[in-house]
C-alpha cells in the first residue's frame, strides 16, 4: 500500500522501522532497500517505468522456449518480428 501510493517519507519509515524490528527476514528487506535507495526515490517520484520494455522481453522469452529445439535462429526472428 506504501508504494502504491507513493508515500516516500512512509516507506522510508517503515525501512527504519523493519531494520530495528526483530525479524531478520524484513530486516534483510529493507536493508536491501536502502542499499538501492536511488532507485526506490526514483521509482516513486519519476513518472517513467519500464513496464513496456518488460513485456516485449516477456513476450520474446515465451517465443524463445516454444522454438527451443526446433528450428535456428532465423525462424526465431521471423517470429519475433511477425508477433510484435
Given amino acids: 500500500m506504501l508504494v502504491h501510493r507513493r508515500g ?10 523493519a531494520q ?3 525479524l531478520p527476514e524484513l530486516r534483510g528487506f529493507a536493508t536491501g532497500l536502502r542499499k538501492g535507495w536511488d532507485a526506490v526515490t526514483a521509482g516513486l517520484t519519476l513518472r517513467w517505468n ?3 520494455v518488460e513485456g516485449h522481453v516477456n ?3 515465451m517465443l ?3 522454438m ?3 528450428a535456428k535462429l532465423d525462424l526465431l526472428r521471423e517470429r519475433v518480428l ?3
Fill in 68 to 70: 527451443f529445439g526446433r
Fill in 59 to 61: 513476450r520474446i522469452t
Fill in 64 to 66: 524463445k522456449r516454444q
Fill in 50 to 52: 519500464s513496464g513496456p
Fill in 82 to 84: 511477425l508477433a510484435s
Fill in 20 to 22: 530495528a524490528g526483530g
Fill in 8 to 17: 516516500l517519507e512512509e516507506l522510508e519509515q517503515w525501512t527504519a522501522d
